[in-house]
């Protein structure tokens, strides 16, 4: 199982990030799999964001659900992440990854993304 997490390094302040995290190796519609996004800011600890499953549900941080979204695309074996009006303490590492009911988690790498004018 391999994920790749892709986009912007770097975001403006009020802007909307989109991130990509493309998935192999997996099918994001078993129903055993949550897909998650976690971002880690620079010397602090990791953030749980969201999640979403087979099925379109999804589930969020509450003090990021106002301002969160984590789409996917089945067809094309995609999971995204949308965040609007980023401010600099949004400045983090964000990874994808693959929480699955057993069995192992599978994390992609993580794409730095800093927030600054």
């Known amino acids: 199982v391999q994920l790749q997490e892709s986009g912007p390094g770097l975001v403006k302040p009020s802007q909307t990030l989109a991130l990509t995290c493309t998935v192999s190796?997996?099918?994001?519609?078993?129903?055993?799999?949550?897909w998650r996004w976690i971002r880690q800011p620079p010397g602090k600890g990791p953030e749980w964001m969201g999640c979403?499953?087979?099925?379109?549900?999804?589930d969020y941080s509450p003090s990021l659900k106002s301002r969160t979204s984590i789409p996917k695309d089945t067809d094309n074996s995609t999971l995204f992440l949308q965040m609007n009006s980023l401010e600099p303490d949004d400045t983090a590492v964000y990874s994808c990854?693959?929480?699955?009911?057993?069995?192992?988690?599978?994390w992609g790498q993580g794409t730095l993304v800093t927030v600054s004018s």
């Open positions: 990854y693959l929480d699955p009911t057993s069995g192992p988690r599978m």
């Open positions: 190796g997996a099918s994001i519609t078993e129903a055993d799999y949550y």
């Open positions: 979403i499953r087979y099925s379109g549900h999804t």
